[in-house]
Every structure is written in C-alpha cells, then in structure tokens.
C-alpha cells in the first residue's frame, strides 16, 4: 500500500467519523472500499432479524447503483447458512477471501452463477468482510466483487488490503452502531416525553388533549414551511427540538393542585354552604313571621329575595365572563344582612364568596391565578434538571416562555420581542389558539376557529402575538387533521 493509498485512509477514517446519515455511511463505506481495492463491484448487506438484507449494491461494469437514500432493494434476503459465503463471514466474524468463486469448493456459489447466466457477467474474485461493532457482534457484513489490476484483468484480492479493509469495516460498523444508538436514545427520550405529557393531561379531564393538539398543530404547520420553501423552514432536527418543548410545556402543571386546575366554576365547593345558609336565613325570617315580629308581606319578600340571590348566584358561577348588570347584583346580594341565632348581624355572601363571585373572566381568583400561572416557573425549573444533549439545548428555554408576549405584559419574565426566537413566538400561538378552541376547558365552551384567530390578529395588532407567524399558521390551516 503505497503513501496515497495511506493519506486517503487517514482521511476516510476521519469522514466516518463525522458521516451521522446511516445511509450515506454506508454508501461511503462500499465506495471507499472498492476505491482502494480497484475493484468492480460491492455490496453491503446489514444484520436484521437473523437475515443479510441487501442495502447497497453497485456493478459498475454493468452500470448497476441501487439502494441508499431510502431506497430499498427487492432481492430476497439471504440467510445465515454456513454454506452461503456472506453468511459464513458473520457468523464465524472472519474475513474470507475467494480467488475464483467457479474453483471455490468451501461455499455454495450457485447464486453467483445464476446471476452470471442472466447477465452475461462473469463473477470470480471475491473479498467477503464481516463488519464488527465494538462489542464483537457482527451488524453485517461487506462484499467486493473481481479485484482488476491495471489493464482491467479480474485478479484476486491481494492480501495487502484485507487489514485495511477489515479495519475500515469494523471503524464503519461501530459508526453505524453508535448512530443507532443515539436513534435509540433519541426515540426513547420522545416516547418518554410524550408518555410524561399525556399523564400531566391526564391528571386533568378538562386539559386531556391540550398538548397532544398544539404537538399535531405545530408538526403540520413544520412539514407546510418545509414543503412551501418558507425562510423560517427548520431542519429536521430543529422540528424534533421545537416538538419536544411543545410536548413537555406544560410539565410544570405537575405541580399545581387539581382543585384549581379542575375548577369549573367559581364558587366551587361553597355551594352547599351557601344554599344551606340561604335556607337558615329564610328559616329564621319565617320564626321572626311567626312571632309577629315582622309582616307575612317581608317573610315572603325576603323569600323571594333568596330566590332570586341564588339563581343570580348561580348565573354568576357559570359566566364564562361577569357582566357589569351581574356583578352589581353580586355585589348587592353580598351587602344584605341577616341577624344569626346568637343575635350577630352578618352578610348573605362572605367576603371570600363575594370576591370569587366578582372574577371578571375565568373561575380563579387573582391568588389563584398567580398559582396556576406558576406552572411555567415549575417548568423551567424541572427541565433545567434534565441533561438535555446539544441537538435539545434550546427546549428549556422554549417550553419555559409559552406564556411571554412580544410587548412585555406576558409571564413570568415579562420579556418582549427582542428575547423571543421564533419558535417562542409560534409556541405562543399554538398555545393560545388551543387554549380558545379546546372543548374541554371547564370555565368556557370551545369558540369557533375563526373566532379564535380573530382574537389573535387583535392580540397581533395589539402587539401582543407575532402577527407574521400568524398569517402563516393561517395559511397552513395546520389545525386540520390530515395535514401530515
């Protein structure tokens, strides 16, 4: 092997090592080999499930170049008989080197000479390699086919070659072992996270589907930016990176306590007191009655005043939003007075039903909400304890800044839109749009998609939402199931 041949070695050696697409790996591993060997033709095949299975096979003799890239080759694969050259190399890990495969009498070469009858092709030299992984096991194994030497004659494999080209296989194999193995690792990490965030929206039946549909809204509106040549296109990777801190946004809802998460109205868990007491108050009108300490005309006024508090109580319970007509009557049951049996005078609604009765919009109190707003807080600090690899170094940052708006009224930083990336703004959007469609939410009914997206171009005018990823979203019409 002369200094060329050791210059383009050192050099291969060092691309292998760099190559992280199996498929071009192991284009690069057939063409290098023959390179160096001078030879005509070169299959690799792979280990799987007992079977050799064909996934590179080039002839450039006969103009032959198939597989790599995806593409499959639809030869039956070959089987782990001793008798079958290729099978032999893997199961005995050992390289074998064949002068004449027509003079050969170790293997059975029948398959060879029918190709050969088909073709017109003439197979003799052969060098058979096993490709070994770190651990010894062979993964699969390396065929070059007729060595020429400078006139073009089929000669034998010189033995020269076989430690380079053992080397180069084996170097080749534990490449495409550890690429599996981050594959693995990576499928694993995934499946894990989306087993994490379907248990968060689990422990809640009104947040069941929240993150399972911002992850099918995001991963639409990705493959329609790629297939649309958009600028903001990301690659693979960034898509599985941006997926990843869609699914685990929320983890941080793992520690608010479901009453506030589940709360469905706003008195929750007060209303039996509240009845209970109405019904002591009108009790203790119909004794002041009965003693003629008061009309039947006020017993019965102050009957109907009760009925009338508890179904304005009731309306104001289940309002998605508290009109100004609703609240003053709140605020004019929560002002009435009744006297007790020790003779106390108190009010018909505590000050704790009164200012959970006046909440505006929603079911939380504002000591509530900061509560369940600290979920994105929990969440940052949860993910920065997860050593996350470089290809996901950005997801704490983006799953921790759902809730961020581009002018700064947003939680917790506050920050506005020269700290927001793109994924952080788009993350926003999903969450927001899901948040207004979402038939499970226990304080609101779904609201119509474009009623949804016109509350965004406001909150976009308003320079709360990045309006541009926003026309893109709706041009994607990425909520549509299907679109993948």
């Known amino acids: 092997m002369n200094t060329l041949d050791i210059e383009r070695l050192l050099k291969i050696g060092i691309e292998l090592s760099a190559n992280a697409d199996s498929d071009s790996l192991m284009r690069e591993i057939v063409d290098v080999a023959m390179d160096l060997t001078n030879c005509d033709g070169g299959t690799l095949y792979i280990l799987e499930n007992d079977v050799l299975t064909f996934h590179i096979m080039v002839t450039l003799s006969l103009g032959i170049d198939r597989g790599g890239h995806g593409q499959t080759i639809e030869l039956p694969p070959v089987a ?11 199961l005995d890990k050992a390289l074998i080197n064949v002068a004449d495969v027509y003079e050969d009498q170790r293997f059975d070469f029948s398959g060879p000479r029918r190709y050969d009858q088909m073709t017109g092709y003439r197979t003799k030299s052969m060098l058979v390699i096993p490709m070994l992984d770190d651990k010894g096991d062979a993964i699969g194994v390396l065929q070059l086919l007729n060595a020429k030497d400078q006139n073009g004659e089929t000669i034998a494999f010189a033995q020269d070659y076989e430690h380079v080209i053992q080397s180069l296989a084996s170097q080749a194999a ?8 981050s594959r693995e690792i990576t499928r694993l990490l995934e499946s894990m996270v989306q087993v994490l965030s379907t248990a968060i929206d689990a422990r809640s039946p009104y947040n069941a589907n929240h993150t399972r549909n911002m992850a099918g809204y995001g991963k639409r509106f990705l493959t329609w930016l790629r297939e649309t040549n958009s600028e903001h296109a990301m690659t ?11 699914w685990l946004h929320d983890v941080g809802k793992l520690g608010i306590a479901l009453s506030i998460m589940d709360k469905s109205c706003r008195i929750e868990g ?5 009845r209970q007491r109405f019904l002591l108050i009108e009790l203790l009108s119909e004794v002041e009655w009965l003693k003629g300490r008061c009309t039947k005309e006020a017993y019965e006024k102050t009957r109907e005043d009760l009925k009338e508090a508890l179904e304005a109580i009731g309306n104001a319970n289940k309002a998605g939003f508290l009109p100004d007509d609703l609240l003053q009557k709140i605020e004019e049951i929560a002002s009435r007075e009744y006297v007790d049996r020790d003779g106390e005078v108190k009010h018909w609604l505590t000050n704790s039903e009164r200012e959970t009765l006046s909440i505006r919009k929603g079911t939380l109190t504002a000591a509530e909400r900061s509560i369940m707003e600290s979920h994105v807080v929990l969440t940052k600090k949860m993910l920065e304890r997860i050593s996350f690899s470089k290809e996901y170094s950005h997801v704490t940052r983006w799953a921790s800044n759902h809730h961020e708006l581009l002018d700064g009224s947003g939680y917790p930083q506050h920050l506005t839109a020269a700290d927001l990336s793109f994924q952080e703004r788009l993350l926003t959007i999903l969450d927001v749009f899901d948040a ?8 609101k009914k779904a609201m119509p998609r474009e009623k949804a997206l016109g509350i965004l171009r406001s909150m976009a005018s308003e320079g709360k939402v990045d309006g541009d990823i926003l026309e893109l979203f709706y041009q994607s019409n990425a909520w549509t199931e299907g679109k993948e």
Do not use: G, H, S
């Open 174 to 181: 534990i490449r495409l072992t550890n690429l599996n193995y």
């Open 436 to 443: 207004l469609t979402a038939n499970d939410r226990p304080y």
């Open 80 to 90: 782990l008989k001793p008798t079958n050259v290729c099978a032999r190399a893997a």
């Open 236 to 246: 693979p990777q960034e898509e599985r990176e941006f997926l990843m801190a869609v």
């Open 270 to 274: 007060f209303e039996d007191a509240i």
